[in-house]
């Protein structure tokens, strides 16, 4: 199945009626299954909207209504889907957002690339919010963490993005579907949603506060709920990290080019392993600060010329030399190609050593 | 002693803070007293705008969110499309609907989206101060052109219901006013026959009410009233434009 299509599947799983979108390379074959699929799923809503912006409109108000929601787009269609996103975050509502990322800045191409790393994890729109960021790195893991970002949105009443690429989404892999783990309403406290005030007093959902001092309640309130989900849901997978002199950090598509390349660099010889950031926010500060007890060497790959190199950075706070390649423009480089660049900066940092 | 005239159960107590003479507090009541007459409180689920209505769930009791400017047809279709058992409304300025939000109101018209949609008409941007407005008349002054509208630099105001009318998806639209008391009485009729339309399932209404906005207008009440009727309904003819079911 492909990477688009499993999304579409798992998010149909885990209970979503609701699709809007707007056509985007290299993203259009998960609208295609949406448009199919919810037809079949009692009360699925699927709406080829009019722009990127009405479609996230659109999953605002489903989102308020009850419903599980999700819209989906690549590099262009998310920038312009901020707005709502924002709002989203502000009224505290849940949403899933996939962004299939292309090569950019402006129309770009339509070839994988990594530079929406600071869009998506540094909230995206305007205001103090952030937005739980999943960045699979198979179309097994693209299945899965779409079942978790339902979870995670209903759990916090928060957007939650899966940040792809144009490769993930294309790439045709073997996928099996886990069960549904939870019903939506043991995640969620539904008192927020608007079915008519029938017995119960009128609910508004607003994200204007005038008054500065609850204003600012209602951000530290926020930043409140971030901190939680710092504290709990940090996800992240390590890889030959035990004895290795060198660790690279990549996630999604650049860690499995990473990983191909770290398994020839280790038949070689060379002590190399792997952290794989899989929330990108929060990002896994932890692991990488308790790794730089042990080696003094990291290794940034990213499909951009550095975004998330600056979490890396801050997490090792200058207690380690950190290395640097990145490819931007949709550019994907092989295992091979990136072996030969980790162990010349593998051999660098040896040489320093003694 | 019999009551006669009494604040609509749908109307909160609560101070407006609209200005004086301004339309929108008539139209909140207006609202509130047909979903009391309809009996459809309990389902009604409102999308007040970025504006000087953002306050209208400071006034309208009954479930409401707030829109992102000029997303409120977009928020209505997706809260519609969820529960299409309720009674869903947008309430919008003509900055809101006809200029920043002209692409969601357009296609969710032409889908023919069962919802309804009041659009106030005041032929200006009230809430950040008297700007030109989409529905500016020719000539008309305000804080962006001091010298009145030009149509050959700004443009031609626009006739929302006479362009959505050419629509597939439209059932009903009537644009009306709040300037008297025989027109106010045409504005509940028309409030109520567009929440009908959709309790029917008949597709997209729209009522478009001239309201007048003395403080932007530079008049006092009474002038920004007879404005509407010598000047703005001219521009603006009111009445039935599109009803499906005549």
């Known amino acids: 199945m492909s ?38 799923v009692p009360g699925g809503v699927f709406i080829q909207a009019e722009s990127e912006i009405a479609a996230i409109n659109m999953v605002l108000g489903a989102s308020v209504a009850g419903a599980r929601a999700m819209t989906s787009s690549s590099s262009p269609g998310i920038s312009l889907k901020q707005e709502g996103i924002s709002f989203l975050a502000a009224q505290e509502l849940p949403a ?31 205001g103090d919010y952030k937005i739980i960021v999943l960045g699979p790195a198979s179309v097994q893991e693209l299945a899965d963490l779409t079942m978790l970002a339902f979870d995670l949105a209903d759990m916090y009443r928060t957007p939650v993005m899966i940040l792809g690429d144009g490769m993930i989404g294309q790439m045709m892999e073997p996928v099996t579907f886990r069960a549904k783990k939870k019903e939506r309403h043991q995640v969620l406290h539904s008192d927020y949603i608007l079915s008519g005030a029938k017995g119960r007093p009128a609910r508004i959902i607003k994200s ?30 390590t890889f030959l990290l035990e004895d290795a002199a060198l660790a690279v950090l990549a996630y999604g598509t650049a860690a499995r080019i990473a990983k191909g390349a770290i398994k020839r660099l280790r038949e070689e010889g060379l002590k190399v392993g792997m952290i794989r950031p899989i929330t990108l926010w929060p990002f896994p500060v932890k692991i990488i600060q308790e790794t730089a007890k042990d080696l003094h060497d990291f290794f940034v790959f990213e499909m951009s010329t ?31 190609e990136l072996a030969r660049i980790i162990s010349r900066h593998y051999y660098q940092s040896q040489k320093r050593k003694k | ?66 829109a992102p400017h000029g997303r409120g047809a977009a928020v209505a279709t997706g809260i519609k499309r969820v529960r299409p058992e309720n009674l869903v409304f947008s309430y919008q300025g003509d900055g809101d609907l006809a200029a920043i939000g002209t692409a969601e109101t357009f296609h969710a018209a032409n889908r023919g989206e069962n919802i309804t949609i009041f659009f106030i008409n005041n032929a200006v941007y009230g809430m950040t101060g008297g700007q030109m407005a989409p529905t500016t008349l020719p ?68 009522v478009e009410i001239l309201s007048p906005c003395p403080t932007n207008w530079k008049m006092n009440a009474v002038d920004a009233c ?4 010598e000047i703005m309904s001219k521009e603006f003819p009111l009445g039935v434009i599109k009803d499906i079911k005549c």
Not at chain 1, 210 to 236: G, M
Not at chain 2, 226 to 229: H, S
Request: aromatic content about 8%; some cysteine; proline content about 6%.
């Open chain 2, 139 to 206: 000539g008309q002054k305000t804080t962006t052109s001091p010298a009145g509208r030009n149509t050959r630099r700004d443009g031609y105001p626009i006739k929302v219901c006479e362009v959505f009318a050419l629509l597939g998806g439209t059932a009903y639209l009537e644009r009306v006013a709040v300037n008297k008391p025989v027109a106010i009485r045409n504005a509940k009729k028309a409030i109520a026959k567009a929440f009908q339309y959709q309790m029917k399932n008949l597709g997209f209404s729209l």
């Open chain 1, 96 to 126: 899933v957002i996939v962004n299939m990322m292309r090569g950019g800045p402006g129309l770009g191409n339509i070839s994988p690339a990594q530079s929406d790393y600071f869009q998506a994890t540094r909230g995206g729109g305007h």
């Open chain 1, 208 to 237: 204007l506060i005038l008054d500065p001092k609850e204003e600012e309640e209602h951000n530290w309130k926020l930043f409140r709920k971030y901190q939680r989900i710092e504290q709990q849901e940090v996800r992240y997978e």
């Open chain 2, 1 to 66: 002693m019999k009551k006669v005239y009494a604040r609509p159960k749908t109307l909160r107590d609560a101070h407006l803070h609209y200005c004086p003479g301004c339309g929108h507090s008539i139209v909140h009541r207006l609202i509130a007293e047909v979903l009391d007459e309809l009996n459809v409180r309990e389902q009604a689920i409102g999308v007040p705008p970025a504006g000087c209505a953002v306050l209208a769930y400071d006034y309208l009791d009954i479930d409401m969110v707030e």
């Open chain 1, 3 to 40: 990477g688009n299509n499993a999304i579409g599947e798992a998010a149909v799983l885990a209970g979503c009626t609701c699709y809007f979108g707007y056509p985007i390379t290299p993203q259009n074959e998960l609208p295609e299954y949406m448009a199919r699929r919810l037809a079949e």
């Open chain 1, 306 to 336: 550095g975004q998330m190199i600056e979490d890396v950075e801050r997490a090792l706070g200058g207690k380690a030399r950190v290395h640097f390649y990145g490819r931007p423009g949709g550019v994907v480089p092989t295992p091979v």
């Open chain 2, 226 to 229: 007879k404005w509407i009727d």
